[in-house]
């Protein structure tokens, strides 16, 4: 049972443009998300997460949109660097903190120059 | 470097032989989480832990796994007799406390069973 699902498993944009990685859940239990990108044989490394009680949240060149609705949630890159160039992942939560997080399987996102 | 802190980074084991995997989370927590990732699959959860406590093990499998986080030194992930399907990377994550969502990863520990 897939409770947090990434559709695509790849993307492909040019650098400047925008990036936008989607995730969506069916566990209405959720109530807190993550975003975390990983690089080849590293460890995901957190960048951007947000509550359920807000439908949006920005850091920088990151912002994740949560649509609760439609349990779907975003993660937008603007603009794009080929540094970005990295598998994402969407996490959730579910009923108290510090608890467990369920991943979604990944998009590989790579930035062209 | 006060981050999460794996080793080995690799580890090769015969079928049937023991695998320990260890962390040290990050200065100031006290939780760890360890999460399995298989080759072209996301990381599933497997246990987490505070000092000298299990707080959730429902992603552990029944046989063979156990985890410890003891009052000094670094948390265990103990696989005893491995088989191939261990083959995976074993990520651990720690957290500062109970209050707090997110979670920070470490390098892994990439294990190998042939």
């Known amino acids: 049972d897939q409770q947090v699902k990434q559709n695509s498993p790849s993307l492909s944009v040019q650098e400047g443009r925008i990036s936008i990685l989607n995730c969506d859940y069916t566990?209405?239990?959720?109530?807190?998300f993550l975003w975390y990108k990983k690089y080849p044989a590293e460890g995901p490394t957190f960048l951007i997460s947000?509550?359920?009680?807000?439908d949006k949240n920005e850091d920088g060149r990151f912002t994740v949109f949560l649509n609760k609705s439609a349990k779907h949630l975003s993660l937008h890159i603007v603009p794009s660097q080929p540094g970005d160039s990295a598998v994402y992942f969407c996490?959730?939560?579910?009923?108290?903190?510090?608890?467990?997080?369920?991943f979604g399987e990944g998009t590989q996102l790579t930035v062209n120059p | 470097n006060a981050g999460v802190m794996q080793n080995p980074r690799h580890l090769v084991r015969r079928r049937g032989q023991e695998a320990r995997l260890r962390c040290s989370p990050m200065k100031g927590h006290s939780h760890v989480y360890w999460y399995r990732q298989l080759p072209e699959e996301g990381l599933k959860f497997m246990v987490y832990?505070?000092?000298?406590?299990?707080?959730?093990e429902s992603g552990m499998p029944k046989e063979r796994f156990s985890a410890e986080f003891p009052k000094e030194g670094p948390s265990i992930l103990r696989i005893q007799q491995v088989v191939r399907g261990d083959s995976a990377a074993y990520f651990c994550?720690?957290?500062?406390?109970?209050?707090?969502?997110?979670?920070?990863f470490g390098p892994g520990t990439r294990l190998t069973v042939t």
């Open positions: 566990n209405s239990m959720f109530d807190y």
């Open positions: 832990l505070q000092k000298e406590n299990i707080i959730d």
């Open positions: 996490a959730a939560s579910a009923g108290t903190s510090g608890s467990r997080l369920t």
């Open positions: 994550a720690s957290g500062r406390d109970r209050s707090s969502y997110e979670q920070y």
């Open positions: 947000i509550s359920s009680i807000k």
